[in-house]
Every structure is written in structure tokens, then in C-alpha cells.
């Protein structure tokens, strides 16, 4: 179900994706979703002997995330590359570990070598570190059980961090 920018308090449209697992989940600006997949396959790649799963999801993240696919109701497929085996929990855990330790190490922004492969280049100074990295974080607590939010409960994510619904009336 698309939500509105109104909702948000946002005056423009931006592309929003509701990131799923086990039908709990939350809102992400596409930019901040895509740039944080390209960096999960970027850490995939660095996986020593990747089993099939986790080669067949880095596929998956790279179409999702580069302009070989299509920016728009993205997902990162943790159903179906992920389930509810414990070691692929455990090792997209890994995963996104990494994925923010490389994230912190840019300072407060994204740099253009990170961004280009995702069709960001030139962004640099507009895409804001810690979004990446709350990404991150949100992913974790879904794969944790710790997120409880659904499509309809869930605040957006934004350049500023979680930006809450006002209320309707």
C-alpha cells in the first residue's frame, strides 16, 4: 500500500520501500535501501566460500540495489534468501555488522565510489551516513525478532533518521 508524502510531512515524493521479514518490516527512502544492499553484496563478496543462499541473495541485492533493477518498492528478500534457518540468520547478521562498520568508517556522509554503482553519483554531500547505518540497525532488529513494526506502524527513514506519521486530523 503507498504512502502518502503528506503523511510523512514530506512536501516532495520521494520512492519509499516497506523492508520485509516475517511480516514485520519498515519504511525506507530507496536510496538509503539501495545503498545499503550494494554494501551488503559488497560484503557478500567478501565471504569466503559463500554458500548457494547467500550467493543466490547477493544477486538478489544487486539488482535490487544498482540500475540493473528497478528503484521502487525494493526488498531485500529475507523470506525468501534468509527463512527461518538460524545460520542464515546468523550470517546476514554478520552481514550487516560489517556493513556498518564500513558505513562509520565514511564519517557523516556516503562517498561517491560507494554511491555510483547505485546511480547516486554526484550525492555525496546529500546522503547521510548513520540513515545507511540505521538501515542496518533496522534490518538487525528484524532478523532479531526485535522490530515489531508492519506497513501501517512503521515511521519512515529518512536523510534525518525515523521520521514519525503525524497524526491524522
Given amino acids: 500500500m503507498p504512502i502518502s508524502p503528506q503523511r510523512y510531512g514530506i512536501g516532495t515524493f520521494m520512492p519509499r520501500s516497506f523492508i520485509e521479514y516475517r511480516e514485520r518490516g519498515f519504511w525506507s527512502v530507496d536510496t538509503y535501501?539501495?545503498?545499503w544492499l550494494h554494501l551488503m553484496c559488497l560484503e557478500a563478496d567478501a565471504y569466503p566460500e559463500a554458500p548457494d543462499w547467500l550467493a543466490e541473495a547477493r544477486k538478489y541485492w544487486h539488482w535490487q540495489a544498482t540500475d540493473e533493477g528497478f528503484h521502487g518498492w525494493m526488498s531485500a528478500?529475507?523470506?525468501e534468501h534468509v527463512g527461518d534457518d538460524p545460520d542464515r540468520v546468523a550470517m546476514v547478521l554478520e552481514l550487516v555488522?560489517?556493513?556498518n562498520t564500513r558505513v562509520r568508517?565514511?564519517?557523516p556522509i556516503v562517498p561517491d565510489d560507494v554511491l555510483a554503482p547505485c546511480g547516486y553519483?554526484?550525492?555525496s554531500g546529500f546522503i547521510n551516513s548513520s540513515a545507511i547505518a540505521t538501515c542496518g540497525d533496522a534490518v538487525a532488529g528484524l532478523l532479531k525478532g526485535e522490530l515489531a513494526w508492519d506497513e501501517f506502524t512503521s515511521p519512515l527513514l529518512t536523510n534525518l533518521g525515523w521520521h514519525w506519521p503525524r497524526a491524522a486530523g
Avoid: N
Wanted: hydrophobic share 45%.
Fill in 97 to 99: 555488522e560489517r556493513v
Fill in 77 to 79: 528478500g529475507l523470506d
Fill in 33 to 35: 535501501a539501495a545503498i
Fill in 121 to 123: 553519483a554526484g550525492s
Fill in 105 to 107: 568508517s565514511f564519517g
